[in-house]
């Protein structure tokens, strides 16, 4: 039986001034699989990374909901809480309730309180769904082959010899470099380094 926590952050102002914090913790509770939900002013602050490894051991919990910003801001942050509590890292879910509620919905308390509610119960699912993942290495052989001179293909060139790749071929499709782009007026083409 899955036991989830969901931890819901204030964010100081950026969330609770626009959505029910209060509210949306007391929906999560209503969620079967859920053992514990709770808000926090900073969650990614040490005591909030703290009360999240508090509750997986207290209450055994088998993932985690985190209901805040957009994973790119903390979600490594969270991972390592996890970690640190023992609980492999990749049993986390983020609700993203800044960005896609409290954020496009300021002039819409309800609307935003109804969408991070949402957000969390399919942020549960999926936390019920995952499955621990674990990291490994593998050998790497530097060799490349863009399709391309656009754009897109310039710069997978150039970021590939960047990193070290000895060998990266380059397939031109249309006769100039930078495809399309390189047709506007007045073009802002940018200059690659020659293929090898
Ligand atoms: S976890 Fe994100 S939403 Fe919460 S306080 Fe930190 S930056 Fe703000």
Known sequence: MARVGVFVCFC???IAD???????????KKIKEVKISVEYKYMCSDPGQQMIRDAIVQHRLTSVVVAACSPR??????????SDAGMNPYLL????????SSWVHQKDKKAAT?????????AVAKSIANEQLHEISVPVTKRALVIGGGIAGIQAHWISRMRGSRWCW?????PSEGGWHSWMKPSPLWIAPSAS
Do not use: Q, Y
């Open 73 to 82: 801001m903390h979600e490594k942050t969270f991972r390592k809480a996890l």
């Open 170 to 174: 380059w397939r031109k499709v249309l």
């Open 114 to 122: 109804e969408k991070s509610c949402d957000l969390i119960r399919m």
């Open 18 to 28: 626009f959505v029910d914090v209060p509210a949306v913790v007391a929906e999560a």
């Open 93 to 100: 879910e983020v609700a993203n309730i800044r960005e896609h």
């Open 12 to 14: 100081g102002a950026n």
